[in-house]
């Protein structure tokens, strides 16, 4: 089960690392498009996008379909979710870091402005 979720985290991850692939995602929030509108909204080959819609495909972030001629895509069916909850792991361990760090920042500041009036 473990390697199952590693394998998901991998495939999103590599896929989200390409700007042109987050691009790509955002286009498709907001309208389906051929591969051919893709390619030529990024200012590239068809070849080129379709291999950067396989990549999303194969992480279930893009569905195509083809219809004649024409492959569609859309976003797809996954939602990001264990991405989601795997970053938020951090952020929180990251957050306590942050919070005991200042918390030690803190006391330093308590005990450098005690010991200045000592010395007055």
């Not at 795997?86 to 803190?106: K, M, S």
Request: aromatic share 4%; proline share 1%.
């Amino acid at each position: 089960m473990v390697q199952h979720s590693s394998d998901h985290l991998d495939a999103s991850f590599a896929a989200l690392s390409d700007a042109t692939r987050r691009g790509v995602l955002g286009q498709l929030g907001r309208a389906d498009a051929s591969i051919t509108e893709l390619a030529d909204r990024f200012h590239m080959t068809v070849t080129g996008m379709k291999k950067h819609v396989g990549v999303l495909e194969q992480a279930g972030l893009v569905s195509t379909e083809k219809v004649g001629r024409v492959r569609t895509c859309r976003l797809g069916p996954r939602r990001l979710e264990e991405e989601k909850a795997w970053i938020e792991r951090y952020r929180q361990l990251w957050a306590a870091r942050f919070d005991a760090l200042d918390q030690v920042v803190d006391e330093l500041k308590q005990k450098e402005k005690h010991n200045g009036r000592k010395r007055r």
